[in-house]
């Protein structure tokens, strides 16, 4: 059992990981760099992406720092994750569907004392990848309009260091250190009256970003927990091309010129967590995060950066009658999130909404596991040359956890 659970899931995400250049395609990664990626590890997908209160016991928590402080003694874990997506496109009449295979992301954690814990983590950061064809928008304090077809991939990556420290047996705090690069490509034709003009470009970006976070146990069951990500200045810069069409002649404007562009900003991000353990081996996590999008300044020609509310619930559950049968040792779990955009196009919010559901299956003689989760949720809406997205969602996460540099009691 255990080994072909091993086997199956390394094949599967290997296969993932072969599909890593076809990440996210969704039309509203047209703005900024791209949709923002969520890549949460272990059994997270399926608690609605909730869990900053839990600590890095078992699993390595990507959501707060502050985690790593409980990481236990002897033990080096490694979390390797995929998704397959499966999303139908709708704007008025007209539908569409589309099918993705993405890698989610890398990382290993190891105690560094009894008290303190690092990890290394690589995931995608944001995604640029879409396809738009002739979509009427209106040209600015003018009666007219245009109409744009634009194709676009890349994005960024998130390459990060945390460390988390535990001070005494109830407060834990941790930092995160990432680098953000990253390229995006894309190739935008404008149709006004007569004339098409087409425009190529590349733009490269990179920067720096940290992420600060705290863990308060009030009791055995309870705890809180806090996180702040710090605004930063992403550096960006491009490599254009431009051409125009008019009465059948071809005039070519620029070809492969490097400028330097607008820099992108990432927002302070303000969270707050609680988790809470019942009796009957419920757990429930709850968070809470603001992202000041309006501080950043920025604006899109299609639309503008709006401050964002997120909110994340999720139980899990284990019956753990009989540790040595295989089936109560399956944590089984639900969730649920909702955020209302950090985009406004035509004055309307792209909020999301998404249920999930999951299983965390032990890895026999061992303390790994395989997770899966499915989770449904919905994206934009219909109205105004908008798309709303359907998506269903298959995230499967392997998370192995060895034990380093122990003696064998037996040969």
């Given amino acids: 059992m255990k080994n072909k659970i091993i086997y199956l899931s390394c094949f599967i995400l290997l296969s993932l990981t072969s599909f890593s250049q076809s990440i996210s395609s969704s039309p509203?990664?047209?703005?900024?760099?791209?949709?923002?990626?969520?890549?949460?590890?272990?059994?997270?997908?399926?608690?609605?992406?909730?869990?900053?209160?839990?600590?890095?016991t078992t699993f390595i928590n990507n959501l707060n720092p502050a985690s790593l402080a409980y990481l236990p003694l002897n033990h080096f874990m490694f979390d390797i994750g995929?998704?397959?997506?499966?999303?139908?496109?709708?704007?008025?009449?007209?539908?569409?569907?589309?099918?993705?295979?993405?890698?989610?992301?890398m990382a290993f954690a190891f105690p560094v004392t009894k008290n303190s814990g690092f990890s290394v983590a690589l995931r995608p950061y944001s995604s640029a990848a879409f396809k738009i064809s002739n979509l009427k928008l209106p040209i600015t304090n003018s009666q007219e309009y245009y109409y744009l077809t634009a194709v676009g991939s890349g994005g960024l990556n998130n390459f990060d260091?945390?460390?988390?420290?535990?001070?005494?047996?109830?407060?834990?705090?941790?930092?995160?250190?990432?680098?953000?690069?990253?390229?995006?490509?894309?190739?935008?034709?404008?149709?006004?009256?007569?004339?098409?003009?087409?425009?190529?470009k590349k733009t490269n970006y990179n920067g720096l970003r940290a992420t600060l976070?705290?863990?308060?146990?009030?009791?055995?069951?309870?705890?809180?927990?806090?996180?702040?990500?710090?605004?930063?200045?992403?550096?960006?810069?491009?490599?254009?091309?431009?051409e125009t069409i008019a009465d059948e002649v071809t005039t070519t404007v620029e070809t492969d010129v490097a400028s330097d562009v607008d820099d992108y900003y990432m927002p302070l991000e303000i969270g707050v967590g609680i988790s809470k353990r019942f009796k009957n081996n419920l757990n429930m996590t709850f968070d809470y995060e603001k992202s000041l999008w309006n501080n950043t300044s920025q604006s899109e020609l299609y639309g503008d950066f709006v401050n964002q509310d997120r909110f994340a619930l999720g139980f899990t559950y284990s019956s753990k009658k009989n540790v040595r049968k295989y089936w109560d040792r399956i944590q089984y779990a639900m969730g649920a999130n909702f955020d209302n955009g950090y985009l406004e196009v035509d004055g309307k919010r792209i909020s999301n909404a998404a249920i999930s559901i999951g299983l965390s299956l032990p890895i026999e003689n061992t303390f790994s596991t395989l997770n899966i989760s499915y989770s449904y949720g919905q994206k934009g809406r219909i109205s105004d040359n908008l798309i709303k997205e359907n998506y269903h969602k298959i995230s499967l996460?392997?998370?192995?956890?060895?034990?380093?540099?122990?003696?064998?009691?037996?040969?």
């Fill in 82 to 105: 995929g998704k397959a997506i499966a999303t139908t496109y709708q704007s008025g009449s007209r539908t569409e569907n589309r099918n993705n295979f993405q890698f989610s992301h």
């Fill in 397 to 411: 996460n392997l998370s192995l956890d060895g034990i380093w540099f122990v003696k064998r009691k037996f040969e």
């Fill in 161 to 200: 260091f945390s460390y988390g420290y535990r001070f005494g047996k109830k407060f834990s705090a941790g930092v995160s250190g990432s680098v953000l690069f990253g390229n995006t490509v894309d190739e935008r034709n404008f149709l006004i009256t007569n004339t098409l003009t087409t425009i190529s």
């Fill in 28 to 56: 509203y990664s047209l703005y900024g760099v791209g949709s923002l990626y969520e890549s949460d590890f272990d059994i997270l997908p399926s608690i609605g992406s909730s869990g900053m209160a839990l600590p890095s």
């Fill in 213 to 242: 976070g705290a863990q308060y146990k009030i009791d055995s069951t309870f705890t809180v927990a806090s996180t702040v990500k710090l605004p930063a200045q992403i550096k960006a810069s491009k490599v254009q091309s431009v």
